[in-house]
């Protein structure tokens, strides 16, 4: 385990401050974010397949889902694609009553369950969040997103030992899954155990060392405990100047921030390995 840098009084409030800002990773995104510099979207995976990119033009993707589910409102998947669309465009109420609905219509739908239950967290619904998950899941069938999921929304609720119970499952099928460790990691920034955290984020950082994400959070993690140069160093790495010094600019503008000065609706990054279609 890494050693606890002693923490001054300044970087104490900077964790209680981050530390409550944190929005784990849920499911079912289709979008990625760049890293520090994008802090719009903060999410993880439910997803069947990996999106190469974000969108280029989240307003057209959801102009064309809304037609394919006007079309026909009963079909699964236009309400499934409609939702995500909303989601990755920022209309997260919109979502929740697309995908509600939709599962209303289907019930047994565990894709839609799955997605509903993302749009519910993205909203800070998460205890129904958490439940729908619950519904969305086969404990004949485990799947790992889900368990890491369900282990996210618990960390949002404070209840932390709990949501570590999910990572660990999880982690047994996939075997140090990089966002899955993410994920475990941000769940000990948030419950002030940054040693931990960071032993957890190097562990994700050595499956993932291209992921931005995962970057980002161990550049944090390491920020927090006032080792600022080592995390510059960390967010540069292997990056274009012009996006270097943005990550830059955006971990010391985090790191800076004073307690409870956090702007509203701003969220930290956290890894996700599988992007839905």
């Known amino acids: 385990m890494f050693q606890k840098s002693p923490q001054s009084p300044r970087v104490a409030r900077l964790l209680a401050g981050t530390a409550s800002a944190i929005i784990l990773a849920v499911a079912l995104c289709s979008c990625q974010t760049a ?3 994008d802090m719009s979207d903060v999410t993880g995976s439910l997803g069947e397949k990996a999106d190469a990119k974000r969108s280029a033009d989240p307003r057209r993707d959801v102009e064309l889902a809304a ?11 236009a309400a499934l694609q409609y939702g995500k ?18 599962t209303i219509s289907h019930p047994g739908n565990k894709a839609l369950l799955a997605g509903y239950g993302r749009a519910l967290a993205d909203n800070g619904n998460f205890q129904q969040a958490f439940e729908v998950l619950g519904r969305a ?18 960390d949002q609720l404070g209840r932390f030992e709990e949501a570590r119970q999910y990572y660990a499952s999880a982690l047994r099928i996939v075997p140090n899954e990089p ?3 993410s994920n475990l990691g941000l769940s000990y920034v948030l419950s002030k155990d940054l040693p931990k955290a960071e032993e957890t984020l190097r562990r994700a950082y050595e499956q993932a060392p291209a992921d931005p994400r995962v970057r980002a959070n161990l550049a944090l993690t390491v920020g927090l405990q006032g080792r600022f140069a080592e995390a510059e160093k960390t967010v540069r ?14 971990l010391k503008r985090l790191l800076s921030r004073k307690e409870g000065g956090r702007a509203e609706g701003e969220k930290l990054p956290i890894a996700a390995a599988g992007r839905a279609n």
């Open 35 to 37: 890293g520090l510099s």
């Open 67 to 77: 037609e394919r589910f006007k079309a026909n409102p009963k079909d699964a998947e």
């Open 85 to 102: 669309a909303l989601r990755a465009s920022g209309q997260r109420s919109q979502a929740v009553a697309v995908l509600e609905q939709a």
């Open 137 to 154: 899941h086969s404990p004949e069938a485990p799947d790992w997103r889900i368990l890491s999921a369900q282990g996210a929304t618990l």
């Open 179 to 181: 966002s899955v460790l």
């Open 237 to 250: 790495a292997d990056l274009p100047p012009d996006e270097a010094a943005a990550n830059v600019t955006q």
